[in-house]
Structure formats: structure tokens, C-alpha cells
């Protein structure tokens, strides 16, 4: 069987998040409570369709569809608990590309030392 040519195929976004909780939240917990939050306000046939890449340390990308973005960014801010625990997701961007997407908001959280994402010394009035 062959494969589609890549014109063809169904087109990816990445969407890079972060999540505030009361404690560690883990990777199943965090992909069910996903799961219903899309479940509720789409439905079984919203053929809204995810797949969680990545999630280490309250950061994490998930991958959907061109045309699901939308709706999967709803969802993912509708959640409120994953398992016991009260959890507050922040979206912080859609990238066509796992690379640019780990890169232009994953990379960045990482290096940050403020809650604003700021490195010391980048805001410095340079003469």
C-alpha cells in the first residue's frame, strides 16, 4: 500500500501548553480530562481528533488537525481538574512544526528565570 503524497495528507498544528496545578499532574490524568472536556462540548461526532506528544514538568504539545485547532484550544482552557487535583491550563501558542513550536514557547519557558518570561538582562536599555 503507498502512501499519500504529501499534498495530500491532512495538515498538523502543534499547539505548546502550560499547566498551573496544586500538584504533579500526570500524563493519563491530563489526556482523560481532555478527552471528556472535548467529549462535552463537541460531542462523539465533533471527529475533534488529538494526540498528546509531550508532557514533562507542566509543559506539554499537543498535536491536532488544521481544522480542529480551534475547538481543541476550547476544550484544553475548559478544563478545570485532572484527577483530583485543580488545574489551570494556559495556551501559550500553534506551531506548524514540532521544532519551531518547542522552540518559539517551550524553549522559552525554559530559560525564563521571571513568571513573565523574561530573561534578566534582556530588558536592560542598551546606550
Known amino acids: 500500500m503507498r502512501s499519500l503524497p504529501p499534498s495530500m495528507r491532512r495538515k498538523k498544528r502543534y499547539i505548546a501548553f502550560r499547566i498551573i496545578s496544586e500538584g504533579e499532574v ?5 489526556v482523560s480530562a481532555l478527552w471528556e472536556a472535548v467529549m462535552n462540548l463537541f460531542g462523539e461526532f ?7 506528544i509531550e508532557f514533562e514538568g507542566g509543559r506539554g504539545i499537543v498535536v491536532c488537525g488544521r481544522e480542529d485547532v480551534n475547538k481543541l484550544k476550547i476544550a484544553l482552557t475548559m478544563i478545570d481538574k485532572a484527577g483530583e487535583k485543580k ?15 518547542k522552540r518559539k514557547y517551550l524553549e522559552v519557558l525554559k530559560n525564563a528565570n521571571s513568571a513573565d518570561g523574561i530573561r534578566q538582562g534582556d530588558n536592560d536599555i542598551q546606550p
Open 26 to 30: 500526570e500524563r493519563e490524568e491530563l
Open 46 to 52: 465533533s471527529g475533534v481528533t488529538f494526540r498528546l
Open 87 to 101: 488545574v489551570l491550563p494556559i495556551i501559550l501558542g500553534v506551531a506548524g512544526t514540532i521544532k519551531s513550536c
